[in-house]
Antibody, heavy 128, light 108 residues
Framework: QVTLKESGPALVKPTETITLTCSVS??????????VSWIRQPPGKALEWLAH???????HYNTSLKNRLTISKDTSKSQVVLTLTNMGPMDTATYSC????????????????????WGRGTLVAVST | SFELTQPPSVSVSPGQTARITCSGE??????SYWYQQKPGQAPILLIY???ERPSGIPERFSGSTSGTTVTLTISGVQTEDEADYYC???????????FGGGTKLTVL
């Protein structure tokens, strides 16, 4: 069974740095062209993509948050980690990780820029 | 950066056809994807690569594209289809992902 599960603090103070962990099972982060993204959703608002990392360690970030985000992976632990610095009230959201599977057709595989499986998300509140 | 624009809300009666549009300048050059999200739940992939439907997704969900606009069509809407719908694509360089602002579908 393929699953993704997020973990991290539920409450942080302004200016703090948060570290979120996505633990995956049922697939390998080493699979060619496999990726995992972090996506957040403030209460009652839209989805916002934050960052992704592929099996070859290629990383990309939301340009509006790039200076505050770092994504990494530990393949041996099947984990993808996201850090977000200088947290503020606007960062209150449910943070989710999602799998970006390779798209394979006719024996050729390419990067799949979509999300076929999501974790349930973890709610992070920023408050004093 | 680029944006994907969706109408905030769409309302239909059960059995009717709902159409949700998504506009963006990169859509002629990048694939589009659609997700359904119900309250308190994770999004579900409905459409990938503009028109393809993953296994397990009902045939009443379909995607189409025309120029800078892609459309999710739900034929024979059911009450269980009431949810938020998001389109998604990538930027010109295919390095960044963007979501539309979401459309709340109300089944009257």
């Amino acid at each position: 069974q393929v699953t993704l599960k997020e973990s991290g603090p539920a409450l942080v103070k302004p200016t703090e740095t948060i570290t979120l962990t996505c633990s995956v099972s049922g697939f390998s982060l080493d699979t060619p062209r496999m990726g995992v993204s972090w996506i957040r959703q403030p209460p009652g608002k839209a989805l916002e993509w934050l960052a992704h990392i592929f099996s070859n360690d290629e990383k990309h970030y939301n340009t509006s948050l790039k200076n505050r985000l770092t994504i990494s992976k530990d393949t041996s632990k099947s984990q993808v980690v996201l850090t977000l610095t200088n947290m503020g009230p606007m960062d209150t959201a449910t943070y989710s990780c999602a799998r970006m599977p390779p798209f394979c057709a006719g024996g050729v595989c390419s990067y799949g820029w979509y999300f076929d499986l999501w974790g349930r998300g973890t709610l992070v509140a920023v408050s004093t | 950066s680029f944006e994907l624009t969706q109408p905030p809300s769409v309302s239909v009666s059960p059995g009717q056809t709902a159409r949700i549009t998504c506009s963006g300048e990169t859509l002629p050059n990048q694939w589009s994807y659609w997700y359904q999200q119900k309250p308190g739940q994770a999004p579900i992939l409905l459409i990938y690569k503009d028109t393809e439907r993953p296994s397990g997704i009902p045939e009443r969900f379909s995607g189409s594209t025309s120029g800078t606009t892609v459309t999710l069509t739900i034929s024979g809407v059911q009450t269980e289809d009431e949810a938020d719908y998001y389109c998604q694509s990538a930027d010109r360089s295919a390095t960044c992902v963007v979501f539309g602002g979401g459309t709340k579908l109300t089944v009257l």
